[in-house]
């Protein structure tokens, strides 16, 4: 299996705090802090999305149980493929009751203990599409492992996306507990001098306990991302995440996204079932021609002559209203009803794909528009809170409320570019091509 694409790296979103990398981060306010730091001999250690991934593949129960179904399938069209097995019979026959000779095995010559084999000539192409349909079965579960692949590694990305957001936002939020811990120092030292009001004192505590809640709130998040993240890596999930500068590329346009959903493997999985269900209905035509079976006997008679045997036994099926034709109709119903199935999975899949198209055309333009407008800004504002209270034009606070805020667009602006992250696994999973080993490219 091959590993995940190098495309996915732009996906490891830390380009969202790459302006800042040179910033201090927060002593920990909590017992646990996620995305400690390692050292740098420690660097190998660090989980990038695509190890994660690749961790998914390599011992996922949800796939080695699909594997296991449709080689139990394989093994079935075999068997099915073949002709019955022969039957033994043995009895006896001709004993009288009710003349002098009740219960005798001897003094009626009619008596005969018999032996046979008997043996079901189902037809040959009976047989044959009996075995299709079970390697259908097999190919249709087939497009389901593939489907259940795409599906792992998108649920993995996700939940790695989920971790790196959550963690990097607590490191952000730890930051700004800091920038309003200053703050609530700055003004009470205003206050008590009589530069500030208590009012705008106690607002800057009751805004500091607000940040402090969230930063607890991403903590949560990023313990229960954590766990998420381990339903496909196991304790892998604990190692700390990686960054990258990797910034995303954008996907190609619209209509050649929806042109390739349409081989999407969940499609390729009706194909097979339609399939199938073209050779449910000939088979359903196969039960108005009746099999043949032969019987061989050997009759054994104490005292008299023994007797040898062949007979034959031939379906009669002239009464055809109550089954034969019943069980075409539901075979023709059925196939019916999976094409109709394949269109509705169809319009579901160019709608997921519209969809998620538009979520990361919208977070890439933000993110292009907080990149080029609202991060200059926010520094432009600090700098120029800072030469005001060089100057002695401005207070300490304005510098603190610029820090804060700038910190605040960064929040957000990791929002903006996990969203966008995810919005193209989601793409990828509805839109990524068959390669010749059924693999992602």
Request: charged residues 25%; negative net charge; glycine residues 4%.
């Amino acid at each position: 299996m091959t590993a995940w694409p190098r495309t996915w790296g732009f996906l490891i979103v830390g380009a969202a705090c790459a302006h800042y990398a040179a910033a201090a981060k927060a002593p920990p306010a909590f017992a646990y802090v996620p995305a400690v730091e390692p050292p740098a001999e420690e660097t190998a250690s660090l989980l990038t999305l695509d190890e994660a991934v690749r961790l998914a593949m390599v011992d996922q129960p949800l796939l080695t149980s699909r594997q296991a179904t449709i080689e139990s399938e394989q093994q079935q069209a075999v068997a099915a493929a073949q002709l019955p097995d022969p039957k033994l019979s043995g009895g006896l026959k001709e004993l009288p009751v009710d003349t002098p000779e009740a219960f005798s095995v001897r003094r009626d010559n009619f008596t005969e203990f018999t032996v046979g084999v008997s043996q079901e000539f189902t037809r040959a192409e009976k047989r044959r599409l009996k075995g299709a349909r079970q390697w259908q079965g097999a190919d249709a579960d087939r497009a389901a492992l593939q489907n259940d692949e795409w599906a792992v590694r998108r649920d993995t990305s996700l939940a790695w996306l989920d971790v790196y957001e959550a963690e990097r936002a607590y490191q952000l939020t730890q930051r700004l507990i800091d920038e309003a811990a200053l703050q609530v120092r700055a003004l009470e030292k205003d206050y008590t001098a009589g530069k500030a009001s208590q009012a705008d004192w106690l607002a800057a505590k009751v805004e500091a306990e607000l940040v402090s809640d969230k930063a607890h709130d991403w903590l949560h998040h990023a313990l229960r991302a954590r766990d998420g993240l381990a339903r496909w890596i196991g304790d892998a999930a604990r190692r700390p995440l990686a960054d990258s500068p990797a910034l995303p590329v954008s996907p190609i346009a619209l209509p050649a996204l929806i042109a390739r959903s349409d081989h999407h493997p969940v499609i390729g999985g009706f194909d097979r079932q339609i399939d199938a269900s073209a050779t449910d209905v000939a088979l359903a035509r196969q039960a108005y021609k009746p099999d043949v079976s032969v019987e061989l006997y050997f009759a054994y008679r104490r005292d008299f002559a023994d007797f040898v045997g062949v007979q034959f036994t031939v379906g009669l099926p002239y009464f055809t209203q109550n089954r034969q034709d019943r069980g075409l109709a539901a075979a023709l119903k059925q196939s019916h009803a999976i094409e109709e199935r394949k269109r509705d999975a169809l319009r579901e899949l160019h709608a997921q794909v519209n969809q998620d198209y538009v979520d990361w055309l919208h977070f890439t333009q933000r993110g292009a528009e907080f990149d080029t407008v609202i991060i200059p800004d926010a520094q432009r504002r600090v700098d120029a809170a800072r030469s005001a209270y060089a100057t002695g034009r401005g207070g300490f606070d304005a510098v603190l409320l610029a820090r804060r805020g700038r910190l605040d667009v960064q929040v957000q602006r990791l929002s903006l570019a996990v969203e966008a992250a995810r919005a193209q696994v989601r793409l990828n999973y509805l839109t990524v091509p068959q390669t010749a080993s059924g693999d992602a490219p």
